[in-house]
């Protein structure tokens, strides 16, 4: 099993970024995915989840409006389109999936099955 999320960098304030992740070991239209973040000395954060089929997306109130995800099942990639960047998005990005049918809140790490490796992304004022 594998989340080999990249896109990360540096911008400046307002700029955009895109994430991806490209899944492989599972079947990736079985699971739901998730984009967590932690910036250095903070727990690891929610910022957006989509379903199984894409027809289902959640955010973090904190990107709403600013963050979109996306999938495709074809290619087992789930994308992260990050416009209107702040510098309080700087953290590692992460990828992650559980199972559809699990019970749970969405935002919860604790219920994700597969995690990827990270992927840095710094804003700058």
């Known amino acids: 099993v594998q989340l080999q999320a990249s896109g990360g960098g540096s911008v400046q304030t307002g700029g955009s970024l895109r994430l991806s992740c490209v899944a492989s070991?599972?079947?990736?239209?079985?699971?739901?995915i998730g984009w967590f973040r932690q910036a250095p000395g903070k727990e690891r954060e929610f910022v957006a989840t989509v379903s199984w089929n894409g027809d289902s997306t959640d955010y973090a109130d904190s990107v709403k409006g600013r963050f979109t995800i996306s999938r495709d099942n074809a290619k087992n990639t789930v994308s992260l389109q990050m416009n209107s960047l702040k510098p309080e998005d700087t953290a590692v990005y992460y990828c992650?999936?559980?199972?559809?049918?699990?019970?749970?809140?969405?935002?919860?790490?604790?219920?994700?099955?597969?995690w990827g490796q990270g992927t840095l992304v710094t804003v700058s004022s």
């Open positions: 070991g599972f079947r990736f239209d079985d699971y739901t």
């Open positions: 992650s999936a559980r199972r559809r049918f699990r019970i749970g809140s969405y935002s919860s790490p604790l219920l994700y099955d597969y």
